[in-house]
T-cell receptor, first 115, second 110 residues
Framework: NAGVMQNPRHLVRRRGQEARLRCSPMKGHSHVYWYRQLPEEGLKFMVYLQKENIIDESGMPKERFSAEFPKEGPSILRIQQVVRGDSAAYFC?????????????FGDGTRLSIL | GNSVTQMEGPVTLSEEAFLTINCTYTATGYPSLFWYVQYPGEGLQLLLKATKADDKGSNKGFEATYRKETTSFHLEKGSVQVSDSAVYFCALKGSYKLIFGSGTRLLVRP
């Protein structure tokens, strides 16, 4: 499968724990985007990364959330000390470049549930 | 700022009915416009796109035309199938960010 791969598909955490979400972009794509989808809502942009660089993190909460896209390996979205309000579906997308006409290709998401 | 407004759902249709899902946008400049579809438990799949005014995107019987004068990108299909039941998202892309509407759920009954 050459698509965007996210894991795990489902993640359950207790309040105060850490959640780590992984995303491997499509082959040949070096641009990665993370979006969050709350129940019955559209997706909201969180962060845009290129290899080893955060380009725009304006949609990401300033505290507890961080993202990286290392030279080797998948992109990671990390949420520390999770709270109930973090329960959502987190989607990763990738593209070949960041041009306006370039579509973003999405993974199947990680559904995070906080107990 | 940029935004997308979609008609609220759910939209319930019988098989072979005509479908329209309205989408209007507010944007500076001339963004690209997209329709994505989300089936239950899955991610978003690109359905179609249009990159400039009067462009028509089409795929799998779905069509949408980029109307600059009315700032709209309505999704249409002449004859829906049960398998089209899903949530449809309209989105615009001004630079690298996708800005989504809230989604419209479509239910097609046999």
């Amino acid at each position: 499968n050459a698509g965007v791969m996210q894991n795990p598909r489902h993640l359950v955490r207790r309040r105060g724990q850490e959640a780590r979400l992984r995303c491997s972009p499509m082959k040949g794509h070096s641009h990665v985007y993370w979006y969050r989808q709350l129940p019955e809502e559209g997706l909201k942009f969180m962060v845009y990364l290129q290899k080893e660089n955060i380009i725009d993190e304006s949609g990401m909460p300033k505290e507890r959330f961080s993202a990286e896209f290392p030279k080797e390996g998948p992109s990671i979205l990390r949420i520390q000390q999770v709270v109930r309000g973090d329960s959502a579906a987190y989607f990763c997308a990738s593209s070949e470049d960041s041009g306006e006409n370039q579509p973003q290709h999405f993974g199947d998401g990680t559904r995070l549930s906080i107990l | 700022g940029n935004s997308v407004t979609q008609m609220e759902g759910p939209v319930t249709l019988s098989e072979e009915a005509f479908l329209t899902i309205n989408c209007t946008y507010t944007a500076t400049g001339y963004p690209s416009l997209f329709w994505y579809v989300q089936y239950p438990g899955e991610g978003l799949q690109l359905l179609l796109k249009a990159t400039k005014a009067d462009d028509k995107g089409s795929n799998k019987g779905f069509e949408a035309t980029y109307r600059k004068e009315t700032t709209s990108f309505h999704l249409e299909k002449g004859s829906v199938q049960v398998s089209d039941s899903a949530v449809y998202f309209c989105a615009l892309k001004g630079s690298y960010k996708l800005i989504f509407g809230s989604g419209t759920r479509l239910l097609v009954r046999p």
